[in-house]
Structures are given as C-alpha cells and as structure tokens.
C-alpha cells in the first residue's frame, strides 16, 4: 500500500481550495434537465462574430498553463490552452466524460496501467505557425515543477516516478526521465503505481505545450503561446482584465471541442456578484452578450428573477459534483458512539436543511456521500432514513441506546460566511431539527479562514461540524479517498479525512478501483464502497448544490455540462 506523502497531503489542501471556489462561484440553468440547457438562449443558429464579455468577482490570476489549477482544461483557460485531454463539451451527463484534445485518444496504458502512451494528432500549431510537439507538452509538464511556477494540480508530482525530488527545468536541465518523447508526436509516461484515471489528469493545464524557447519563466503568463482558439492581446490587473482575440492559426479541424465562435472575448473581473446579477439582468450595450463563469443566483435574487418569465429563460442550471455534509469526529466525544451518530443521522431534517440553503431550486437532498451523478458511482442507498422531516422517534431510541436516555447536549460548528451551506442558516435548521430528538445543539460560528484552519487541523478538529467536498475531476476517486483514505490523513497541514477513518480494507479497494482502466467498471465500485463506508455514519450528507446563473440576452448556445456544472464559454455565440 503506498504511504501517504507530502505530495498527498498538498492535493488534498488543493483540491479543497479548487471546491470552495467552485462552490462559491458556480451556478446553473433553470427548467432544464438534471444538467443542463444545451442550445437554449437567443434565438436563431449561431454565428460566428462580436465580441463575448464575461464578467466574474474573481480575477483570472496567473494565467500561465504551469501555475493554474484546473479541472477539464478550464473555462476561460481552455479557450487559450490545449491540453492533451479535455472535459466533452456536452451538455448534462454527457458532459461529464474525458475526451481526446491534443492527442488522438485517451492514451493507450501499459497492463497494470503504470505506463500511458499519448500520440498527437496532426497539423497542431501555435499562435505563430510553430508546430507543437510532444517535447513542448514535456517541457511544460516539467516547468509546472519549478518552485517559481506554484500554484498548479500537484497529482503529477506525486504519480510520476521521480517527480516527488524533480525541481523543474530551471534547476535540473536534464529533465524528467519518467517522460519520454520518442518522437515528435508521441509521448510516454512512467507512473509510480496503476493509474486508471491518467486521462482525467491529462485534462488538466499542465499538460499544456509550451516551446522551451518562448518561456520567460514567471513572465510567461503576460504572452502565453496560444495552442487554443484566441490568444492573449492583454493581460491587465493580473488577471482582472484579460482581453482575447482569434489564433489566426487555431484549426477547427484539429478541435472538436472548441467552437470559437466570437471574434473577441473581454473579461472583466474584481466585480461584485450584486452588481454582476445587476448588469445581466439589464443587459444593457455589451452585457447583453455577457456571460459569467464564477457568480450564481442567490436565494433573493433567484426569486426575483423567477417572477419575470423574460428573465427566468435566462437563468442556466448545472450541477457539479458536490456535497455538503455532517462532519463527525470519532475522537471527539460523545461522536466516538456510534448510535449517537447514528442517532443525529436519523434526526436531521433535510427538508429544513434545504429551505435553509435557498430552496430546492438551489439545494438537493442528500443522503449519499457521492453526488447524484453516473461519473462519481452513484449508487442510491439511505442508510439511516429520516424521512423528509427527519425521524425523532428513531433517534431518542438511539440515544437511549447509547447511554443518553434523557437526551445530551453537543456543540456544532459551522462558518459565519453567508455560503448557504456551512453558514448559520444551515447550522440552525440542524439545531432546531435535532432538538425534537432531545439533542442540545450550541452553535459556535468561526470566521471563515479561522473555520477552516481549525477544522481542516487534525489538532483542533472539532467532533461536529458543517464540511463540503468536490473532485477535480468527475469520478470517485478523487472525490472519495481524500475523505476517506486514512493514508491521507494529514498530521501537520490541511486534513480532510475528517473521521480519520483507517481502514486496510477500504484503502485496499482504493488501490484496487484505482488500477481499473475501464471508468464505468471504476464507477460501479466506487458507489459499492460508497455504501459500505457509508453505512458507518462517519458523515451526513446533506444536500447537493444546484448551479444558477444569468446570461444576457444576446447569448446563444448555452451549454451547461455535469463536470463544471456552469456555463461553457468555449461554446457561446453572441451572433
């Protein structure tokens, strides 16, 4: 079994950042399917032309392939950056699936799947007619090494052999040998141990080439080399305002993803998300072709905006992978009882949870750990059920059980952030819901960056709080073993194996689902040791967000897939 490591550790604190982001700022189309709209804004077949503004709250900072940690290549990114596998640019489910970029294919793996060999497709140029070659993809694989370059998805570091010691190319010329280019198209990867997801990881920006002949190091993302449709005209703010034009030497031909059908693209960010709700829903001059990528409707604004049918045609739904949940620590007492878990599990009042967290419209119930999607495993189980309005009778008979016959009195915290989901509201409908079992609840809000410092610490982690979690990219992997996988329990950093479960037989079919190359294989026993941790009552979920976000009116061709669960630009028309 492989020992955890610094690098572990390190994605795990990452992949929280990455989902407290996206939680933040994603959010979603209205009236469609579970998914999304696809085709759906202003009338008429899209065109090419005019110019798409985006507006977020969040800058777009760093905007070089090594620093930037994304999942699917991206939103704004991937319109710059090609990677050599990519997020499907469909609608819903089906969005959710890795498809081909650069490369001819999702790799083909060695039998145990420690080897994945990439071959890239033909005619591949940059924004200056240079060809793109596997040594490019190698060298900016290497770079996202260097200690100048921070910031980017840690996974490669921790899979590829050598990579744990590699100091980029700055340091250490000679390179990675566990990346090999045999020629100008083919690249080879020598993996640490069986890595059936390799192509979900290829999704990401640091797989992006870059010619080492171009790289200004730290000043790379002022004029990253466009390998995607637009290139960068300028880049102002660090990122506050990017504005994009065509790669005059992007082939469509090459790129089934990328629709391309602006002329320019202008994003602005820094805003506010009132003022950005504000603007698309006037739709005024240029924000009638605006988008955002990072600000959704909040309960208020989504009721008023519901009320205007005009309005509400533009509002998109999407849904990315997440849960919010109970967070039990079992060393903490009385939570290392089982039947007191047990007893709050069959106590909750999801129907309260979900009003508290704006309503069904923006909130789904949950009582599984993974999301409610097909790519996570979902498999539908409820393992302590409370009914819509949670089960009293059940959870006084628990207590009693558990040596608290009169009921007992325990502390929940949660975050004083208006999140809608480890916030206040969320901590008092629980309260009041388990006060009908006969548990006390006292609340103890925290500031944000002081609530996640003492929950995520295995020294201060409380026995009873409010967490969520996402994946960087839409499996169970790495939506389940970083919560669950005692070999990521973190002693001295970010840990987010609340329950400090560590079980051999749960890390032993970690390493087993990991090695399967076949994802719906993968899938199926992800939802089965879903269940079965489930079953413990080491969390309670909760409810999965849905995403809703306005779109001005001269929009086309919104589509809004499973992995990101918001609006994607790379298919937005404005003509």
């Known amino acids: 079994m492989r020992q955890p490591s610094v690098i572990s550790r390190r994605a795990a604190a990452a992949v929280a950042v990455l989902v407290v982001a996206a939680g933040a700022a994603a959010c979603g189309p209205e009236g469609s399917g579970k998914g999304s709209d696809s085709g759906s804004g202003a009338a008429g077949a899209p065109k090419k032309g005019g110019t798409l503004t985006v507006l977020n709250s969040a800058p777009q900072e760093d905007f070089d392939p090594a620093r930037l ?221 605006a988008v955002t990528t990072d600000t959704n409707l909040g309960p208020a604004e989504l009721a008023k905006v519901s009320g205007d049918k005009k309005l509400a045609a533009r509002v998109g739904t999407g849904h990315f992978g997440f849960t919010n949940y109970i967070a039990f620590n079992p060393k903490v007492k009385p939570f290392d009882n089982p039947k007191v878990r047990q007893a709050i599990s069959y106590a909750v009042d999801r129907t309260s949870v979900v009003n508290a967290a704006g309503g069904s419209s923006l909130a789904e119930p949950a009582t599984t750990f993974l999301p409610d999607q097909a790519s996570f495993g979902y498999t539908p189980y409820d393992a302590f059920p409370a009914g819509r309005n949670g089960n009293a009778a059940k959870a006084k008979e628990l207590l009693k059980e558990a040596g608290y016959p009169k009921g007992l009195t325990v502390t929940l915290t949660h975050n004083n952030e208006k999140n809608f989901a480890t916030s206040p509201e969320i901590a008092t409908a629980l309260q009041e819901a388990l006060k009908k079992a006969g548990i006390t609840v006292k609340l103890r809000g925290l500031e944000d960056n002081a609530y996640s410092d003492t929950v995520y610490n295995v020294k201060s982690e409380p026995g009873f709080f409010l967490g969520g979690w996402g994946a960087d990219w839409p499996s169970g992997g790495p939506f389940f073993a970083p919560v669950f996988d005692g070999r990521q329990i973190v002693t001295s950093g970010y840990n987010f194996n609340a329950s400090q479960l560590n079980d051999p037989a749960v890390n032993k079919e970690i390493d087993e689902i990991n090695k399967l190359t076949d994802l719906d294989a993968a899938a199926k026993r992800w939802g089965a040791l879903d269940k079965k941790v489930g079953e413990r009552a080491l969390t309670v979920p909760l409810f999965h967000p849905v995403y809703k976000r306005l779109y001005g009116e001269a929009v086309k061709n919104v589509v809004i897939g499973d992995w990101t669960g918001v609006l994607d630009i790379s298919q937005v028309a404005v003509k």
């Open 69 to 289: 940690y994304t999942s699917g290549g991206g939103n704004v990114p991937s319109l710059v950056f090609r990677t050599l596998t990519t997020r499907n640019r469909e609608a819903g489910a089906a969005g959710s699936k890795v498809v081909p970029d650069l490369a001819t294919d999702l790799g083909t793996p060695s039998k145990n799947a420690t080897v994945w060999t990439y071959t890239l497709k033909d005619n591949l140029t940059y924004e200056d007619g240079s060809a793109i070659t596997s040594a490019d993809i190698k060298y900016g694989i290497e770079r996202s090494f260097a200690a100048e370059l921070s910031g980017g998805a840690p996974y490669l570091r921790d899979w590829l052999v050598g990579g744990a010691g590699y100091q980029g190319p700055y340091k250490d010329k000679k390179g990675l040998d566990s990346i090999r280019t045999p020629d100008a198209k083919t690249i080879v990867f020598h993996l640490n141990k069986p890595e059936g997801e390799f192509p979900f990881l290829a999704t990401q920006t640091q797989t992006t080439p870059v010619p080492k002949a171009k790289d200004t190091g730290t000043k790379y993302e002022e004029h990253p080399l466009a390998s995607g449709p637009y290139k960068v005209v300028k880049n102002e703010g660090d990122g506050e305002r990017l504005t994009l034009a065509r790669n005059p030497h992007w082939s469509a031909a090459t790129d089934e993803e990328r629709k391309a059908y602006p002329d320019r693209i202008d994003v602005r960010s820094g805003l506010d998300s009132a003022v950005i709700n504000q603007r698309l829903s006037a739709s005024q001059g240029a924000d009638a072709a």
